[in-house]
Each structure stands twice: as structure tokens, then as C-alpha cells.
């Protein structure tokens, strides 16, 4: 009986990975309740929190589903997609470009260099106590990356 639940569950997760893929939130949300009822899979929660803040506009909830999920699996660059897109549904920009960075160097992933590419990467700031628009920020930048050495 047990393992007939936990092949359901499979069954669900991947049905909701196909619905991921397709960008249809709302069915992947369905099938990962459905599965997690079944056998609650860790590895799964950052895929229900990124449902659930899209779809419920439960941010905090995602956040929180995401960083379990990376507790469990640290090195598995999915979990930082979810939490970067989480956090952008927050209007995170800054925090959801740190995740992504840091999924980035745990694991090559195309979606999270896609991500990276539709928000515009910009190299950090050579003084973080100071605003981008500071004028030692800007032209200091400007002239290091003249010179070539930024």
C-alpha cells in the first residue's frame, strides 16, 4: 500500500514538472498538493513554493517552502530558480540576483542564466556602501572598465 502511494506520488511530481515546463502554475500547484499528500518529498517544496507564491501571492510561504528544499538538496540549482522567481514575485530584484548568482555557482542551469539575461547582469558595486549612482561608483567603474581591469 505504502509503495503504491509513493508511486503515485512520482506519478504527480512529474506531472507537475511537465506543467512547470509549460508554464501552467496553476495545474503544477494541483498535482504537487496532490503528490505531497501522498509522500512529502522535500526536494519537492521549492516547486510548491514558487506555485503557491505565483498563483496564491504567498511570498513569504514560498520563501520559507524554497529554503527547506535547499536545506535538504544545497548544490541542486532548481531550488535557487524557484527561490530567485519567488523573491522576484516579491519585488526582490536585488535578493532574487544574489540566488540566482549563487545557483549559478553551484550548478550550470540554462533557466537560471536566462533569468540572469532578461534581468540585465551588472557587475557588483566597487563600493557596496555607496549607491549605484554615486559618482565613485560610476566613473571609478567607467574608467576601471576602460582600462580593462573590471
Known amino acids: 500500500m505504502e509503495q503504491m502511494a509513493t508511486l503515485t506520488a512520482e506519478q504527480e511530481f512529474i506531472r507537475a514538472e511537465l506543467e512547470l515546463a509549460a508554464e ?24 510548491l513554493g514558487f506555485c503557491i507564491a505565483k498563483e496564491r501571492g504567498q511570498t513569504r510561504k514560498g520563501v520559507d517552502l524554497c529554503q527547506n ?15 530567485g522567481r519567488v523573491h522576484l514575485l516579491a519585488g526582490n530584484k536585488e535578493e532574487a540576483l544574489r540566488i540566482f548568482r549563487q545557483g549559478i555557482a553551484k550548478e ?43
Open 24 to 47: 501552467n502554475t496553476i495545474a503544477a500547484l494541483a498535482s504537487l498538493e496532490r503528490g505531497l499528500k501522498l509522500f512529502n518529498a522535500p526536494q519537492w517544496h521549492s516547486h
Open 69 to 83: 528544499a535547499l536545506t535538504h538538496e544545497p548544490d541542486n540549482s532548481i531550488h535557487y530558480l524557484h527561490l
Open 108 to 150: 550550470g542551469n540554462e533557466q537560471i542564466m536566462q533569468k540572469l539575461i532578461e534581468l540585465g547582469m551588472r557587475k557588483p558595486l566597487l563600493f557596496p556602501s555607496l549607491e549605484r549612482s554615486h559618482p565613485l561608483n560610476r566613473y571609478l567603474g567607467w574608467l576601471l572598465t576602460r582600462l580593462g581591469l573590471r
